[in-house]
């Protein structure tokens, strides 16, 4: 099973700043099958990004995904105050498909 | 328009059986995995496991696996999630998920909340 850790733990940032969260793998991701989540209080997840680094629809070009092999991140350039939440990364490309344990990206 | 709707919140006690469901509509539900995932109270997600309902292909994680069953009639565009005997650590948000390719998460339900408790 493919262990996904993400850092940091917290992020505490302010609107307008860049983000920069991380996924590592405790091996390589076939395929570059890495998607990026953002979830809500009260929310289910959301898809953000896929195959590490398409945009999933309608969601606005200030995300950015990158990375291949065992290191993948999620950038978003200027954060908007509908940013702040709890982002998750997860593999498919190897069965059972993983989370990592989720960055909380908060106001500062 | 795709849909993902999931079954009302459930309260059960421990020992009792429960069957929650999710349905797909405003796509070809044979078509598309359909995932499950739990998010215990305060905490992450975790994958349990997936089914392709055209042929009802079932895959695991292994840390479900023999905990839950999951099935799907394809007659009714309907995934299932079952548990035959609940214990109070079952107490979580369960989300179902349609899968985009090899399995992406990209039209989810809007979770069933289930509450095992004496």
């Known amino acids: 099973e493919i262990v996904l850790t993400q850092s940091p733990g917290t992020l505490s940032l302010s609107p307008g700043e860049r983000a920069t969260l991380s996924c590592r793998a405790s091996?390589?991701?076939?395929?570059?099958?890495l998607a990026w989540y953002q979830q809500k209080p009260g929310q289910a997840p959301r898809l953000l990004i896929y195959?590490?680094?398409d945009r999933a629809t309608g969601i606005p070009d200030r995300f950015t995904g990158s990375g291949s092999g065992t290191d993948f991140t999620l950038t978003i350039a200027r954060l908007e105050p509908e940013d702040f939440a709890v982002y998750y990364c997860?593999?498919?490309?190897?069965?059972?498909?993983?989370f990592g344990q989720g960055t909380k990206l908060e106001i500062k | 328009e795709v849909q993902v709707v999931q079954s009302r919140a459930e309260v059960k006690k421990p020992g009792e059986s429960l069957k929650i469901s999710c349905k797909g509509s405003g796509y070809s539900f044979i078509s598309y995995w359909i995932g499950w995932v739990r998010q215990m109270p305060g905490k992450g997600l975790e994958w349990m496991g997936m089914?392709?309902?055209?042929?009802?292909?079932?895959r695991y994680s292994p840390s479900f696996q023999g905990q839950v069953t999951i099935s799907a009639d394809k007659s009714i565009n309907t995934a299932y999630l079952k548990w035959s005997s609940l214990k109070a650590s079952d107490t979580a948000m369960y989300y179902c998920?349609?899968?985009?390719?090899?399995?992406?998460?990209?039209?989810w339900g809007q979770g069933t909340l289930v509450t095992v408790s004496s």
């Open positions: 997860q593999q498919y490309g190897n069965s059972p498909y993983t």
């Open positions: 089914i392709f309902p055209g042929d009802s292909d079932i």
């Open positions: 998920a349609r899968l985009y390719g090899s399995g992406v998460g990209d039209s």
């Open positions: 195959g590490a680094s």
């Open positions: 091996q390589s991701v076939s395929s570059s099958y």
